[in-house]
T-cell receptor, first 113, second 114 residues
């Protein structure tokens, strides 16, 4: 079964600190995504990647970097965490075709204090 | 611009009642449409999808949805809800011209009263 695994599942970070969220997929999918979920906003795309060693900006990339060192792994990096980045972050993967579903990880709850 | 609108942020129904969750989309080309469900502290899971053919599609757990091109809608239905259906439901649009671009609605929080 398709699987997307995120780590950690929750994290408390201090303002100004560096945070790395990791994601691993065993789906052999080309596309990987990082979404942010906030109450009232639904899911917003931060970064995505369609091939290893390449990342693209999504709709809300400011304050975030992404890294795709291999097809299976995709990281989200907050170089200088801020209070406004407190949210639940979801990693996801999908096949290249538009009519296929997106497979989600269980999310990482990030609290910046 | 492409968009997905779920007009109801929260819906409350009694167990055994029928359910309709509304979804409207805006997209000029062929849409690929999905409904996902999110249970507490979980990621989103696919309920059903539509990309061609019969406008009524069946999904898991007795959910179905009907695509209407004339109304630009993709409403989710269930004949009889169970308390375990309480969750957040997301409608999503995948664009045929951009494989990566999936647009999600803001979600509808369904609360089923036992």
């Amino acid at each position: 079964e398709a699987a997307v695994t995120q780590s950690p599942r929750s994290k408390v970070a201090v303002t100004g600190g560096k945070v790395t969220l990791s994601c691993h997929q065993t789906n052999n999918h080309d596309y990987m995504y990082w979404y942010r979920q906030d109450t009232g906003h639904g899911l917003r795309l931060i970064h995505y990647s369609y091939v290893a060693d390449s990342t693209e900006k999504g709709d809300i990339p400011d304050g975030y970097k992404a890294s795709r060192p291999s097809q299976e792994n995709f990281s989200l990096i907050l170089e200088l965490a801020s209070l406004s980045q407190t949210a639940v972050y979801f990693c996801a993967s999908s096949d290249r075709a538009s009519n296929t579903e997106v497979f989600f990880g269980k999310g990482t709850r990030l609290t910046v204090v | 611009a492409q968009s997905v609108t779920q007009p109801d942020a929260r819906v409350t129904v009694s167990e055994g009642a029928s359910l309709q969750l509304r979804c409207k989309y805006s997209y000029s080309a062929t849409p690929y449409l999905f409904w996902y469900v999110q249970y507490p502290r979980q990621g989103l899971q696919l309920l059903l999808k539509y990309y061609s053919g019969d406008p009524v599609v069946q999904g898991v757990n007795s959910f179905e949805a009907e695509f209407s091109k004339s109304n630009s809608s993709f409403h989710l239905r269930k004949a009889s809800v169970h308390w375990s259906d309480s969750a957040v439901y997301f409608c999503a649009l995948s664009m045929s011209t951009n494989a990566y671009k999936v647009i999600f609605g803001k979600g509808t929080h369904l609360h089923v009263l036992p």
